[in-house]
């Protein structure tokens, strides 16, 4: 039983570039999370996808935006990147329905902007 | 704005003693409480959860206690060994399985 997956592992970008990363879910989830966690901090809700669309939202600007395609697999686009997207990102997957839902988190990437 | 914190952001413990992790949470209607290990480089693992019409809840070596008057949830691991040098978050999930995170406390456990 996969458990999930992210892709790349890690990540070097310039200011202003745009990164595009990538999520598998755990086996039998259909939905996706995505988190930024800063350097000795807990991870930051960015949004969570479920049937291919944005449920919730957290505090981060529009640059940040995703995508879930029907196989339940996402991905976190960010534009123009800044120093401060400097980051390690994570996916976590849960299945709908599920009372405590549950979330299992990958094992993240990590994206350095310079 | 709503939050979760931990008292302690540091804590180290002697090898075959128990570690005790604090969480406070600022949210009276959060009903659902998990705790979460982090290694260095991984991503957070799943330790165990607990529901707010419940005080207790027991897993291997691992036990949530919440008290709601408080608002104070804990994490007791017992015999605590080496492998469980991690960093622990305690989260709170809202509607739409939005978790929101603490800081993190680090345990150290000492040979």
């Known amino acids: 039983d996969a458990g999930v997956t992210q892709s790349p592992t890690h990540l070097i970008k310039t200011r202003g570039q745009q990164v595009t990363l990538r999520c598998s879910p755990k086996?039998?989830?259909?939905?996706v999370s995505w988190y930024q966690q800063a350097l000795g901090q807990g991870p930051q809700f960015i949004f969570q996808?479920?049937?291919?669309?944005?449920?919730q939202r957290g505090n981060f600007p529009d640059r940040f935006s995703g995508h879930q395609f029907p196989n339940y697999s996402s991905e976190l686009n960010v534009n123009a990147l800044w120093l401060g997207d400097s980051a390690l990102y994570l996916c976590a997957s849960s299945k709908q329905g599920d009372y405590t839902d549950t979330q299992y988190f990958g094992p993240g990437t990590r994206l350095t902007v310079l | 704005g709503e939050s979760v914190g931990l008292h302690l952001p540091t804590l180290s413990v002697q090898e075959g003693d128990n570690s005790i992790i604090n969480c406070a949470y600022s949210?009276?209607?959060?009903?659902?409480f998990i705790w979460y290990k982090q290694e260095s480089g991984k991503g957070p693992q799943f330790i165990i959860d607990i529901r707010s019409n419940m005080d207790k809840r027991q897993g291997q070596r691992v036990t949530v206690l919440l008290n709601k008057t408080v608002k104070h949830l804990s994490l007791q691991i017992a015999a605590t060994q080496p492998g469980d040098s991690a960093v622990y978050f305690c989260a709170e999930k809202t509607s739409y399985d939005k978790v929101i995170f603490g800081p993190g406390t680090s345990l150290s456990v000492i040979p």
């Open positions: 949210n009276s209607a959060s009903d659902y």
């Open positions: 086996s039998g989830h259909d939905t």
């Open positions: 996808y479920y049937e291919e669309e944005e449920r």
